[in-house]
């Protein structure tokens, strides 16, 4: 099956500044690469999804690139706030039908104001 | 709204109770997924299932049992609680179809504490 490996496991960041978080993935066959974020005692919730058929989408201050060659695909936070202080997880699954979505370990990022 | 909920939303009952966990949608979804999760931590695939009548373990051994006998209707059930039980337990659901994508939305948890 699928093995999605998510780095760093922790992230500290200024106010301001930019957080990135790198993912890798197994099956050349997945095709869906989402990522949640999981606020304090929240759902997690879906932010930002890039599908393989794209290198890179941007939406407001997150933007998800795919290197499909390398199987890794990463989040890129610009300009954080405190508000973005979650615990963000990327996933990977090959065509919905019988197939499962795996979610890699979670990396918990802190922006100190 | 399209929504899923999960009831209750807190439990604390005493070791060797029957529970079960609640989940319904309301997304028009077939496929449906249970994940246990300490706080902040990773999530834990132990059930899923992909319409009526179709239940399969995951990742994670766990001592629950689901049942799927209505589409948007997911419960679980732990038989006789324990205190490694303790966990909160995230029901999620997704579309199904070959042409779809794995997007899976996910219900507000039930936070279980078993004294």
């Known amino acids: 099956g699928e093995n999605v490996e998510q780095h760093p496991s922790t992230l500290s960041v200024q106010e301001g500044d930019s957080a990135v978080i790198k993912c890798t993935y197994s099956?050349?066959?997945?095709?869906?690469f989402p990522w949640y974020k999981q606020e304090l005692g929240k759902r997690p919730q879906l932010i930002i999804d890039i599908r393989s058929n794209v290198g890179e989408k941007k939406d407001q201050r997150i933007a998800v690139t795919l290197n499909k060659t390398a199987k890794h695909f990463s989040l890129h936070i610009t300009e954080t706030q405190p508000e973005d202080s979650a615990v963000y997880f990327c996933a990977a699954s090959k065509p919905a039908g019988a197939n499962n979505l795996f979610f890699g370990t979670g990396t918990r990022l802190t922006v100190i104001p | 709204e399209a929504d899923i909920y999960q009831t209750p939303r807190y439990l604390v009952i005493g070791t060797g109770k029957k529970i079960t966990l609640e989940c319904s949608q309301t997304?028009?979804?077939?496929?449906m997924y249970w994940y246990q999760q300490d706080p902040g931590m990773e999530l834990h695939l132990i059930h899923y299932s992909y319409g009526v009548n179709s239940t399969e373990k995951g990742d994670l051994s766990s001592e629950s049992t689901v049942s799927r006998i209505r589409t948007e209707h997911f419960p679980l059930t732990l038989e006789s609680a324990r205190p490694s039980h303790t966990s909160q337990y995230l029901c999620a659901s997704s579309e199904s179809g070959q042409t779809s994508y794995n997007e899976q939305f996910f219900g507000p948890g039930t936070r279980l504490t078993v004294l």
């Open positions: 997304m028009g979804h077939d496929k």
């Open positions: 099956d050349s066959a997945s095709n869906y």
